[in-house]
């Protein structure tokens, strides 16, 4: 019997679709297939907990599944158009990709799932040549994301033989047409089944697919067409990404053999930690502790952002736990424009030790504490703390 969805996320059945996301996101990048290196039982959780995303984020489905089971959602078509009784790995990949990687789109990010994670199989003579893609992890601080940065990469790849510029025929020749399939690259053969005959397309045993063979090879690179290099690649990041985000430089990969169309650089982003703030999409959070006498009474102080430091006005009688928030000094919006805000959370720091003059002012405070101020002259509470500070000051 197949597992119960909201058991599958660790979500409640009266979950909000918030929270769905969030659990799908920590269970997708911990089973993700690219992080465990094609573990089937990863990946059939991967499948699964995609599967049930997709049917909980959606409120339809989610009330058919809810009054249904399992039966309420089978057949009808998810996200982008496929069965839940059909699941498969791409079609997870592109819940995925579509959600939480920014698949498509003008700023670079996502692209084609077999770029990223090498599927697709047959396709075209120009799809068989095509060269890899290459992957790199790339590191940002907090800073880096706020203002965007070019990164520099330096990579071993293959490239372009100079010698026969790529044809991997020797010089003075060049590649001839492949006899077998006439330079189609693809060999097609009738065959006789119970059901009548049928067409088999495969590629040519002869060229590999090309539709040319080399036969005086090019002496530096052996007929392939590509030699050994190391290479530089600077690699614009906009500013507002979030961890985990794939950035695509098309063509820059690995040239196919022969003069092949290039794969691609898929550049996955890997965002340190900044200590001091946590971060909730474009908004961050700051904890901020001040003394009790900045809480009592007020004061201006300074906070960091990511763009420097700005001022913070404590109103008289802050508590521990409250917020302040100021706007657009945030990380940018990905794509949208704007900033989110940061968000200052109050702590009011409570002194392990005090000198001895600090004792005789508190020891002073507790003493007007002792009497409760009279509701009708709340003020004058305030004042009577200030002075007997003021006292102790002189």
Known sequence: MKQDFYDVLGVAKSATEAEVKKAYRKLAMECHPDRNNGDKAAEEKFKLVTEAYEVLRDPDKRAAYDRYGHQGVRGAGAGG???????????????FMRDFGLAGGSSGFGGSLESLFGGGGGGTRRDRRRGHDIKVGLKLTLAEVASGATKTVRIKSLDTCPECAGSGAKAGTKPVQCGTCGGSGEVRRQAQSLFGQFLTVSPCPTCA?????VHSPCLRCGGDGRVKTEKTIQIDV???????????LRGQGVPGPRNGPRGDLIAVLDIKDDPRFERHGDDLVYDLAIT????????????????????????????TGMAYRIRHKGLPRLGEGGHGDLHVRIHV??????????????????EIEDAPPEKEEGGKFWETIRRALGAFGE
């Open 349 to 366: 720091w409570t002194p392990t030790k005090v000198t001895p003059e600090q004792r005789k002012l508190l020891e002073k405070l507790r």
């Open 209 to 213: 697919g090309e539709g040319s063979v």
């Open 81 to 95: 158009g496929f069965s839940s009784m059909h699941f498969d790995l791409s079609e997870a990949l592109m819940v």
């Open 238 to 248: 906009p500013a507002g990404v979030a961890d985990h985000h794939y950035l695509t």
């Open 292 to 319: 009790y006498a900045q809480a009592a009474l007020g004061a201006e102080v300074q906070v960091p952002t990511p763009f420097g430091q700005s001022t913070l006005r404590i109103e008289p009688g802050t508590q």
